[in-house]
Structure formats: C-alpha cells, structure tokens
C-alpha cells in the first residue's frame, strides 16, 4: 500500500517535470524549421569571402581618404557588386567615393544611388 500511495505522489511531479524539460526542446525544433525555410544564397563560400574581402578594402580605402566622411558610409558587396548607402557632404564627395570603389580589385560594379547629399555642405 506505501508503494501505491508513493506511485500516487510522485507521478504527477514526474509528468511535470517532464513537461517542463520538454518545453525547451520544442523552441530549438521550431527555430530549426524556421531557418530550414529562410531562402539560401547560391554564393558559394569562397564567393563569400571574395565579397567580404572586397567589402573591407572598399571600406579601407574610403577610410584612409581625406576629404571622406567613412564613418557615414556603410558598404555591402554581393558577387562582386558594391552597394554603398550613407551620407556624402557634396556630389564631388559622391563621385570620389564611387570611383574609389570601382578602383578595389575584383569589383564588378558599384552602386551609390544610396548615398545622399547633405544639405549642410560644410
């Protein structure tokens, strides 16, 4: 009779502690189906590292470039191609930051269209 009244008590806090175990398993099986669906890139990974490599000479090369705000700048590049958005102080500043990029070896292109000129030309 103890053993059946032991049984009686100690099931429900098992069933619980299962429950409560569980619960963390499910999240990281939804967030493993969830990335399952996320579209994936056809870049291959040394494609990747092409783009990333070029990524951070552009980004190196508007730095070291006087009369260039880079911390204005942010830059993506994408099987080769450039994509720089920000800010620029005047269009000649635009113009520079576009033909520097173009200069980095491997870009194919460069698109500025995401850069502004600011109005406050100082």
Partial sequence: MKTSSLLR???PAAALVALLAAAPLAQVAAQDAGAMQKPTSNQTVPDKAADGWITTKVKSELATTKGIK???LS?????GVVTITGTAATSGEKAKIEAIAKKVKGV???DAGGVTVSD???
């Fill in 70 to 72: 880079s911390g204005d």
């Fill in 75 to 79: 830059v993506n590049t994408t099987d």
């Fill in 108 to 110: 194919k292109s460069v």
């Fill in 120 to 122: 406050n030309a100082k």
């Fill in 9 to 11: 008590k100690t099931l």
